[in-house]
């Protein structure tokens, strides 16, 4: 009997070391990840801008800079990533969406967008190019696509995830006066499709076009960056152009929808992407390993003034009402627009 | 044809462990931490659970294991989605500050694997001679003691459903990526890192992440499986009564 008792006490004791143990040990791991005192940032950005490896360099040089911040970087297509920012997850959005960029200003989403850097998009296919595309217009080789698609001769990939790039590519085929939606339906010869939707990341639609022999649009930046490392023979088709131009801009969270509270370090962080220092990062970022920037810094070639052409085209492409920002969706933005 | 994805992978795979490569590092005790902490939690909720599942007789009884049962099967980006629009700042539960964070990705986890430990446990206890129960009751022991009685016969069960269970936290991808977002230094996680890398087109070590990733696994397992069948853990058990 008494051993029984011994038995039962043994038990118990046993549960409750235990769960003291296991509560401990959930505490610990608890404390250990608790974040730090720093102030801590997040940015919602778009896959080309994160594959491409130019956020860490920011991150750093930033970090180094102010050293009270520490800024978070979430990447995720255009859509999904304005959507994180409405939903109050983010303090501010970093993407190349106008159209995407104009809609989360005036619904009262964001304040003091910022166009920051730009580069183009281009159009890669098969080295052999078996339908003729190269030196055609960014419209002209659309329609050349559409036309050889449809008899088999040729596939397209298109991103199909709501990114940036998927939007620019929608609004190319508009130009090109072709409904995407019919496209999509459309079957060669022997009845497959022609237009491949590969809902995926930029990279993974490159190693998609690459296998299929395919024709695809994409930013510069990630495809220099897969050419360079081996991952796709794919070969640039139609150039840049003033139908290509891809424009990177910064918009805050309004604080009055979105209450993580880091309006001011937003502020900086913005302020930063547009300074001397900011603009020269872009500059400077994949010169010894792609032989060219990746990204080119917007205000420093606004404020050199040498290539209107270009200049004109962005205004052209990615201005709100003759500017980065309307007044109306200016927050005490300081010395940012001056 | 070619293998070179996979064989640059075992190359840095070896070089990563053997050079105790800081990130790494840092990303595979994150992937412990969130897994072991979510299956902490997970057993307190589920063990419970099981147990009286198990062993009780109430009407519906079959209807909730079928429900169980079923919610094994959630997918882990449905899973992750539903919790992150809780876990958003002007979600229901946006208050408590858990997303992006760790413990986030661990209370989502422990989300997903308590329904294996409900199943598991309650399976392995009903597998158990259903006079046990009253045969310890007649013994005069109290429902505490019953269900410690009855945990100790189904261990070999229990102890399953908690591996499993860390093995299905450790491996999963859906919810690290909705409810940690992969923020390097603070949320990145072994299986978020493979997703990124691969995403980035940098293969190799996609590859050598997946083989650390599952030699974690397989020595973790090593070492429960082997520790649980000793002969000084069942020494331990015989002496502390247990």
Known sequence: MTEKKGMTINQRTMVIIGVVLAVAFVAGAWYMTRPTTKEQIIVSTTTSFYETGFLDILKKNFETKYPQYNVSFISQGTGLAIETAKKGNADLILVHDPKAETTFLTDGYGVNRKIVAYNFFIYVGPSADPIGVKGLSPVDALKKIAEEGAKGNAIWVSRGDNSGTHSKEKALWKLAGLNVTLLKQQTTPDGKPWYYEAGAGMTATLQLADQKNAYTITDVASYLKNSASGNIKLVKVVDSGKDTLNVYAAIICNPSKNTRGHYEASTTFVKYLASDEGQALFKDYGVTQYGQALFKPWITTLKANTDTDLIQWVKDYAYIEGSDCPMAYRLNPGDLYS | ?242
């Open chain 2, 1 to 242: 044809m070619s293998w070179q994805p996979i064989s640059d992978g075992v190359t840095q795979a070896w070089h990563l462990i053997a050079t105790c490569d800081p990130q790494i590092v840092d990303i595979t005790i994150r992937s412990l931490q969130t897994s072991s902490m979510a299956t902490v939690m997970a057993a307190f909720v589920g063990l419970p659970l099981g147990i009286i599942i198990g062993m009780g007789s109430f009407r519906g009884k079959e209807l909730v294991k079928i429900l169980f049962n079923a919610l094994v099967g959630v997918p882990t980006v449905s899973l992750g989605l539903f919790l992150w629009a809780m876990f958003s700042r002007d979600g229901p539960l946006g208050v408590l500050d858990l997303l992006y964070t760790v413990p986030g990705i661990a209370v989502g986890e422990a989300i997903l694997i308590i329904p294996i430990i409900v199943s598991f446990t309650a399976s392995a206890i009903e597998a158990k001679d259903e006079k046990l129960r009253d045969l310890v009751r007649t013994l005069g022991a109290s429902d505490f003691e019953t269900a410690m009685a009855i945990l100790r016969e189904a261990w070999g069960g229990v102890s399953l459903a908690l591996v499993s269970s860390f093995n299905r936290a450790f491996a999963e991808l859906g919810i690290a990526m909705m409810l940690g977002a992969n923020i390097r230094g603070i949320t990145r996680v072994l299986t978020t890192a493979i997703s990124l890398e691969t995403a980035k087109g940098e293969l190799g070590l996609s590859f050598a992440l997946s083989f650390i990733l599952f030699a974690v696994v397989l020595s973790l397992n090593f070492v429960v499986g082997y520790v649980g069948r000793s002969r000084w853990f069942g020494d331990l058990q015989a002496r502390s009564g247990w």
